[in-house]
Every structure is written in structure tokens, then in C-alpha cells.
């Protein structure tokens, strides 16, 4: 069974920096793709970053440039460096892991901006 554990979010003001955390345990098998999805308060959840194991990595537009997802050297751990957070970065952000043919969801992590 495979597990998807996200720590790191919290409460931050406009301009400040926030780190997220993925651990992923159980039988996790390659090739496999890793990403960072959010869902603000009446929205429908979308793609933040994602990150495969052969090192090729995608963001949405709204974060390019101030977010960067990378990996731990034994792929199992997967990171999501914020920086120059604003108000519409507020939302749960939930860690994914896409294995060929089924996926895992991690219970998610509330990250609220304040201006």
C-alpha cells in the first residue's frame, strides 16, 4: 500500500516563503510521476508542479518563476519550495503520486496567505 504524508504549510503573509513536503512510503515503483495540486474554497483542484522520476518537471503559469518542486536522491520525497506567496496561493495542497495504473492522493495541507 502506498502512503502520501504533506507537512509544511501554514500560515504566511504577502511576499513570504513556505516549503511543502511529500513523503511517499509503500511499494512506490518507477517510472512514476510526482506533483503538487491545490484546490482553494470553491474551486475545482488544479495542477501546481509536477516532477517524474526521469527529471523533467512542469508548472502552471501562475507559478512559474516563484515555485520550484524538486525530489530527494531516492525519488520517494517530493518538495515544493514557495516563494513571493500572495493571497491567491491560498488553498490545500495535496501531493499525487501517478504510477502506470493507479494513483495516490496525500490528505493535503492548508496554506492561507494574509495580506
Known amino acids: 500500500q502506498v502512503r502520501l504524508v504533506e507537512s509544511g504549510g501554514g500560515l504566511v503573509q504577502v511576499g513570504g516563503s513556505l516549503r511543502l513536503s511529500c513523503a511517499a512510503s509503500g511499494s512506490i515503483f518507477r517510472p512514476n510521476t510526482m506533483g503538487w495540486y491545490r484546490q482553494a474554497p470553491g474551486k475545482q483542484r488544479e495542477l501546481v508542479a509536477t516532477s517524474t522520476t526521469s527529471g523533467s518537471t512542469n508548472y502552471a503559469d501562475s507559478v512559474k518563476g516563484r515555485f520550484t518542486i524538486s525530489r530527494d536522491n531516492a525519488k520517494t520525497t517530493l518538495y515544493l519550495q514557495m516563494n513571493s506567496l500572495n493571497p491567491e496561493d491560498t488553498a490545500v495542497y495535496y501531493c499525487?503520486?501517478?504510477?502506470?495504473?493507479?494513483?495516490?492522493w496525500g490528505q493535503g495541507t492548508q496554506v492561507t496567505v494574509s495580506s
Open positions: 499525487k503520486l501517478d504510477l502506470q495504473y493507479r494513483n495516490y
